[in-house]
Nanobody, 121 residues
Framework: QGQLVESGGGLVQAGGSLRLSCAAS????????MGWFRQAPGKEREFIAA????????NYANSVKGRFTISRDNAKNTVYLQMNRLKAEDTAAYYC??????????????WGQGTQVTVSS
C-alpha cells in the first residue's frame, strides 16, 4: 500500500521559515499529482498548493501565493513545501496528498498523517 509521511513541522516565530517534506513509498511517485493541505482547529481543510507529476505545473491558494513554494524530487520520491514569511494564521496541521489524476481537486486518493506547524506572533 502507498504511504505518505510528512516531516519538518514545528514551532517558528512569525516572519520565519520552515520547509516541510513528504516522503512517498509504495507508490509510482513520478506519475502522481502531489498536493499540500492544512487544517486549523475548528476549521475546514484548506488547499495550499499542488504540483504536477513533471513539476511543470504548480498552483497555490491565494492565502500563500508568493510566500510558499511547492517542489518535488522524483528521484527521492519526495515533495516539499517551503514556507517563508510565516504568519500566525498559518498555524495548522499540514498534510500532503497524492493522486494519479491530473486535477484531483480536493479528492486525493492518498493522504499523510500530517505535521503540525505553529507560528507564534
Amino acid at each position: 500500500q502507498g504511504q505518505l509521511v510528512e516531516s519538518g513541522g514545528g514551532l517558528v516565530q512569525a516572519g520565519g521559515s520552515l520547509r516541510l517534506s513528504c516522503a512517498a513509498s509504495g507508490l509510482t511517485f513520478y506519475l502522481l499529482t502531489m498536493g499540500w493541505f492544512r487544517q486549523a482547529p475548528g476549521k475546514e481543510r484548506e488547499f495550499i498548493a499542488a504540483i504536477s507529476w513533471s513539476a511543470g505545473n504548480t498552483n497555490y491558494a491565494n492565502s500563500v501565493k508568493g510566500r510558499f513554494t511547492i517542489s518535488r524530487d522524483n528521484a527521492k520520491n519526495t515533495v516539499y513545501l517551503q514556507m517563508n514569511r510565516l504568519k500566525a494564521e498559518d498555524t495548522a496541521a499540514y498534510y500532503c496528498a497524492a493522486d494519479p489524476r491530473v486535477s484531483p481537486m480536493g479528492r486525493y486518493e492518498y493522504w499523510g498523517q500530517g505535521t503540525q506547524v505553529t507560528v507564534s506572533s
